[in-house]
């Protein structure tokens, strides 16, 4: 039910994501960098990338200014999200956008690398977490990365009440108490199932990833991944 609420507010919310987005999430576009800046890969690598909840295209959007050659695949649940990422990014050539839900992709060793970006924290318990790392784990070739750039839940009550916290600080802004607690901090109630990183990483783990790293963290933002 999360998710599907999730969708439908992607659906709707597509034409003002652009604006709101970088309003609500704190370091947004800093956020995306440092998952980009992650890719191990030479400048000019010729790259098979799936971006997975790809959204409007703001991180294929990086990753193509960073890898001209690479071939991006946008995937992403809500078809009007795609249409504004076709829009965003029609002077960039070989990206193609596929309409789809990660939660059912089944690739073989397709790509160099996946990468996310506030999408994953939408699935509603571990076990789903971990049924979708194991298939991103199987989409990548050997020495494939995956970077997930994500919301992360504390690690205890106090951590966890001082990220929201500072992501209410961070909002204040841009918006009113009042749009704050009855929009965004329900949406967050409602919809958005973080875990902490050490969630994260032993999920990463039992799916077979190495080298698993956090790549940037500002409270309950955190961008992480490993390599197959």
Known sequence: ?????????????????????????????????????????PDDSSLEILDLGSGTGAVTRVIKERYPEARVTCLDVSENMLAKAEERLNNFRGITFVPGDFNSIEYEEEYDAVVTSLALHHLGSEAKKLENYRRIYRALKPGGVFYNADVVAGPGSYLEALYIE????FMRK???????????????????????????????????????????????????????
């Not at 500072?166 to 600080?169: T, Y």
């Not at 918006?175 to 969630?199: G, M, Q, T, Y």
Request: hydrophobic share 40%; net charge negative.
């Open 166 to 169: 500072k992501w209410k600080e």
């Open 1 to 41: 039910m999360a998710e599907e609420n999730a969708r439908k507010h992607f659906d709707k919310d597509a034409e003002e994501y652009d604006g709101f987005i970088p309003k609500v999430v704190p370091y947004y576009y800093e956020k995306i960098m440092a998952l980009v800046n992650a890719l191990p890969f």
């Open 174 to 228: 841009s918006f009113s108490e009042e749009e704050i607690e009855n929009e965004w901090l329900r949406r967050h109630a409602e919809e958005d199932h973080p875990v902490s990183l050490h969630i994260h990483f032993k999920l990463l783990q039992e799916a077979g990833f190495k080298e698993i790293e956090v790549v940037w963290k500002y409270y309950h933002g955190a961008v992480f991944g490993g390599v197959r």
